[in-house]
């Protein structure tokens, strides 16, 4: 197929050189003055990979989306909309957009696909999701995983999971949009948490912090109307791993660097996705005990050391 894969971070340069080997077309788009697109439209290659001749690297959009059969985006999730404003501009009627990022409109507590689904007609454009475990840093040595692709569309979400697996990645056919994008943000809130647990030596708690962690993101998938099982799949806790364990985790290494007081310059999802999940569990009712610790460490300039020992030290309930 003709792909064009917009983004040129860590996870977009994966994707362009993942979709190149199992032998599409491949575009990679970014923006003309973003350090990783000036490294890799001048090297053709990033600190962990080197694009093979076939991908074409551009900073023109417009010939990115018009060559495209399927739109790959991946970028910093709380700018999907104002790209999305300039994406639209460009006929995107037969195209499939396929969202590969992880997070949660801060500003509107909208997911990712509903904030594509304001500028596309969904008939003429479906709209899936590309999530679960992995880091680009393993995948470019041959190291396997498990990912989901999910949409309303099941036409287009069978194509695709049919289309992009391979030896290297093993895809699932996702059953639940909501679950599957809901588990997917909410799992850079949590592996901030274990981040900060590792900063202060307390990385024996992450088990407790797994476990409940995706008990309460089940309880949020529910009230969203998804399927609470969602949270226990490769979107949320099969993703655990490479979040809140990984040395390549951005969000573990966020949360690890701040109660280490060193500051962290890389993208790390969770933060604004604490502040999106917390206006969810309020307009839902739904306690998010891990998520509000959280965003009151990174809000509201709690103690982290307090907001971790209250979490641990709640009243007494039952587990299940």
């Known amino acids: 197929m003709n792909i064009s894969v917009l983004g040129c971070g860590r996870w977009g340069s994966c994707i362009a050189w993942y979709l190149d080997k199992i032998g599409n077309n491949v575009i990679s788009c970014g923006l003309a003055d973003a350090p990783e697109f000036i490294q890799l439209s001048t090297t053709h290659k990033n600190d962990y990979l080197t694009f093979p001749e076939s991908i074409e690297v551009t900073s023109d959009l417009a010939k990115a989306v018009n060559h495209a059969e399927v739109i790959v985006i991946s970028i910093s999730s709380q700018h999907l909309r104002s790209y999305m404003q300039r994406i639209a501009q460009n006929n995107l009627d037969g195209k499939t957009i396929v969202l590969c990022m992880k997070g949660v409109e801060a500003a509107t507590g909208q997911r990712l696909s509903q904030v594509v689904g304001d500028f596309v007609d969904e008939e003429k454009t479906p709209i ?41 990645i093993r895809f699932y056919v996702g059953t639940d949009l909501i679950g599957s994008e809901i588990g997917a943000a909410a799992k850079n809130v949590i592996g901030i948490a274990a981040g900060m647990l590792d900063g202060f030596g307390y990385a024996s708690l992450k088990g407790a912090l797994m476990a409940r962690g995706t008990r309460e993101i089940a309880r949020l998938i529910k009230a969203l109307g998804g399927n609470e099982m969602s949270a226990y799949g490769l979107c949320h806790l099969g993703d655990y791993e490479a979040t809140l364990f990984s040395k390549w ?32 569990g309020k307009e839902n009712n739904v306690e998010l005990p891990i998520v509000e610790s959280v965003y009151s460490v990174l809000f509201d300039n709690v103690d982290p050391k307090d907001a971790l020992g209250k979490l641990f030290m709640r009243s007494v309930k039952k587990e299940f």
């Not at 190291?143 to 695709?160: A, G, Q, R, T």
């Not at 962290?264 to 604004?272: H, I, P, Q, S, Y």
């Open 249 to 280: 985790s951005h969000n573990r290494s966020y949360g690890e660097n701040y109660v280490k007081g060193i500051k962290f310059e890389k993208l790390a999802e969770g933060v604004m996705t604490s502040k999106a999940l917390c206006k969810l």
């Open 128 to 168: 899936a999701v590309w999530v679960g475990p992995g880091h680009p840093q393993d995948y470019v040595k041959g190291i396997p995983n498990c990912m989901v692709i999910d949409s309303k569309n099941h036409e287009i979400k069978e194509k695709l999971v049919n289309s992009f697996s391979s030896s290297l």
